[in-house]
């Protein structure tokens, strides 16, 4: 894919890790599909096609011999100048002639894709799959503390957002005390009805209350020998938290109704997206019991501080559904532009639901039209489903002007031209039914039209 002495930068910078900040590209998306190869940007870079003599060389058809040159700049940052390339070099979703990169700024070139970053280190190492999540080098080292805490105590709390993979972490610190069959509990805290926490965690004895006709063990007792994860702890109500404190500082839960306690061996793992210092002042927190567990604790980072992740998380769910389906490269810079507030969790079932568009309009590769106009965006804020972070409003620079609906009625899309078609869809926001509905054509011909294009890149000689 890449040839050239680049091919052992990733060693050099993780030997190098106590020096300065290195600046460079990272290459996270090729023909071949994800990818995540480092060049350090000591001195300026061409990026061609293989066999065009640049530092950078890639396997990709639609790029120019020599395409780009990036090279420092002495502000700061990058330089990146399209090198009179046939299909250009795009900074954020935005094709332009030259631009100065920032840090996270995304840069594709024909089908690849590259990200600008002030300090290389962060991305050294590659991905891998640790207890079915795929862990990039940007998470490896939280997932090597979750290793190292899981032979030092008791307990661990994982601190996250919603959907980063906090029940993954829990796993692997479960896995981590060892080989064996041992229970794992995982308790969702937060949909737990009022008034019943206590009796499900601990559980109960014969004559508790009304309708106890037998001893039931709780969640505790069933994760005996094992690991009790509990999350969104903080939902629990402040009777529950008291008696989950005293589990956690003695060992030993009291069933409801009992009046002796059981000794149990757990290990907790306890979850939470919410600010428990907040809680406390609320008042919906005990202050002793976040002392008790606020240490030790892990972050896990939101998918927004995980670009390098982005392009494989895409190719897995892809590959888990069968069917020889790939990603288009816009497909990808999409996703690389979008904030994702529900992270892994929302970023997977995006992607099953672009396949399945992909699949309904009849295509195998996987279009960036596909992906759900609110898909990713941020919330709270109006529906952005650009591929760049312009408002939808904002037509890029050169856009064609809109023409009126009137004055499209009763035509074909066979009958407007490319630019027309691309204008509705810049003025849209890139939103495919609201650019159909403008046109007074359906939607599935906006996404044929777009098939073709997105694939249409002239072939570089």
Not at 300 to 317: K, M
Not at 343 to 366: D, F, K, M, Q, T
Request: hydrophobic share 40%; net charge negative.
């Amino acid at each position: 894919m890449i040839v050239g002495e680049t091919l052992d930068a990733r060693d050099e910078i993780a030997e190098a890790d106590d020096g300065p900040s290195t600046p460079g590209l990272v290459l996270l998306w090729t023909t071949d599909g994800p990818a995540l190869d480092l060049f350090p940007l000591d001195r300026p870079l061409t990026i061609g096609r293989r066999g065009g003599g640049g530092e950078i060389q890639l396997r990709d058809d639609l790029v120019s011999r020599s395409h780009a040159r990036v090279e420092p700049a002495p502000e700061g940052g990058a330089w990146v100048r399209d090198l009179g390339s046939r299909n250009g070099i795009w900074i954020d979703g935005e094709g332009r002639p030259e631009a100065l990169l920032r840090d996270r700024a995304r840069l594709r070139l024909g089908h690849s894709i590259f990200l600008f970053v002030d300090d290389l280190r962060a991305f050294a190492g590659g991905i891998e799959r640790i207890e079915g999540a795929l862990v990039g080098p940007g998470e490896r080292p939280t997932w090597e503390r979750i290793t190292r805490l899981a032979a030092l105590g008791n307990h661990l709390l994982i601190r996250g957002e919603s959907g980063t993979g906090k029940e993954l972490a829990a796993r692997a610190y479960h896995r981590a005390h060892g080989p064996g069959e041992r229970p794992f509990i995982a308790v969702n805290c937060a949909t737990i009805p009022e008034g019943v926490a206590e009796r499900l965690l601990f559980g109960t004895r014969k004559g508790a209350y009304s309708g106890a006709n037998a001893d039931a063990p709780g969640y505790v007792q069933a994760a005996h020998g094992g690991t009790l994860f509990l999350d969104e702890f903080g939902e629990l109500e402040l009777a529950v938290q008291a008696k989950l404190l005293r589990f956690l500082e003695s060992g030993e839960a009291l069933p409801l109704g009992a009046t002796r306690p059981l000794t149990v061996d757990v290990r907790v793992c306890l979850a939470t997206n919410r600010d428990l210092r907040e809680g406390i002042q609320r008042g919906s927190f005990r202050e002793d019991l976040y002392y008790r567990v606020a240490e030790p604790s892990i972050v896990l980072p939101p998918l927004r501080e995980r670009p390098a992740s982005i392009p494989w998380l895409i190719q897995d769910v892809l590959d888990t559904l069968g069917g020889a389906r790939r990603a288009h490269a816009l497909l990808i810079e999409a996703a690389l532009l979008r904030p994702w507030p529900g992270n892994v969790r929302e970023l997977r079932r995006a992607i099953r639901s672009a396949a399945a568009e992909a699949e309904i309009a009849g295509h195998p590769v996987v279009m960036a039209a596909d992906l759900g106009a609110d898909a990713g965006a941020a919330l709270g804020a109006p529906t952005t489903p650009t591929t760049t972070p312009a408002p939808a409003s904002a037509a890029p620079p050169g856009a064609a002007p809109l023409d009126p609906p009137e004055r499209l009625e009763g035509r074909s899309l066979r009958e407007l031209d490319d630019a027309t078609i691309r204008a509705a869809l810049d003025r849209c926001g890139g939103n495919v039914s609201r650019a159909a509905r403008h046109l007074g054509v359906h939607r599935n011909q906006i996404r044929r039209w777009l098939s073709k294009r997105e694939g249409a890149l002239e072939p570089c000689e």
